[in-house]
């Protein structure tokens, strides 16, 4: 049976830390020391990590992130990003591990007071294809609700494959609450729960790895350690997902 792929989800809140300083170089220095050792991931997405003021300007040191992690820009088109200044689409980056093949990629705008916005991707590992969903939904209850409808039914138009959903989707609630119930969203997701805001004693599961596949996300847990701590307001999440639950 091949291996479970190895999902994690970050904001990094622009790679402003505890202390008010703005420090992207800290952030890729905790991505390889904390959050995805060398050759320990398959799928990395992360939040708010371009600028917030339009042209929404890339935060990072790609080659860097590559050279430290083995992890590999994912959006190199700049049709996958918000402009050819920017890394991702509305702080959206995704990075992918060198046995993962990126296939078709979709952009969806989501309606919001803030820029949001889901990056779709089609992907093919040795376990065999996923269509994964990374994205930042509003603090607002009314346009998650919204936003969610809007990224089901682009999945109800797909042809089917089995479907990853990660980021800060800004829910607190264990369960998930309407947003994320399969009235909205066409299809239930599951996916265990881990509190990861705000960082130094989280509270709120805000972020989350999910799947429509029932059993397929397993082990997911909040991670800690003195660099997260100081990076983010955030803690990153990771979980196994096996494609063949």
Not at 187 to 210: E, Q
């Amino acid at each position: 049976m091949p291996s479970p792929l190895r999902v994690a989800t970050w904001n990094i809140h622009r790679a402003r830390g505890a202390d008010g300083r703005t420090d992207p170089v800290r952030i890729e220095t905790v991505l390889a020391q904390e959050v995805c050792p060398p050759g320990g991931t398959d799928i990395l997405a992360l939040q708010e990590a371009d600028t917030e003021d339009a042209p929404q300007k890339g935060l990072l040191d790609l080659e860097r992130i590559a050279s430290l992690t083995g992890l590999s820009h994912a959006q190199p088109d700049p049709a996958l990003r918000w402009r050819p200044e920017s890394h991702g689409f509305h702080g959206t980056v995704l990075f992918l591990g060198p046995e993962i093949q990126r296939g078709e990629a979709r952009l969806l705008d989501l309606p919001g007071l803030c820029p949001r916005g889901a990056v779709v991707m089609d992907l093919r590992s040795a376990g065999g294809p996923v269509r994964l969903v990374a994205t930042h939904l509003s603090l607002s209850q009314p346009l998650r609700l919204v936003q969610m409808r809007i990224i089901g039914q682009h999945l109800a138009r797909r042809t089917p494959m089995p479907t990853l959903v990660v980021g800060d989707l800004n829910e607190w609630r264990p369960w998930g609450g309407l947003a994320l119930s399969p009235r909205v969203v066409g299809r239930r997701l599951h996916g265990g729960v881990a509190r990861s805001f705000p960082v130094r004693r989280p509270l709120f599961p805000l972020d989350r790895i999910l799947s429509d596949r029932p059993g397929a996300v397993r082990g997911v847990r909040a991670l800690d350690g003195p660099g997260i701590r100081a990076a983010s307001d955030h803690r990153p999440l990771r979980a196994e997902v096996s494609l063949a639950a």
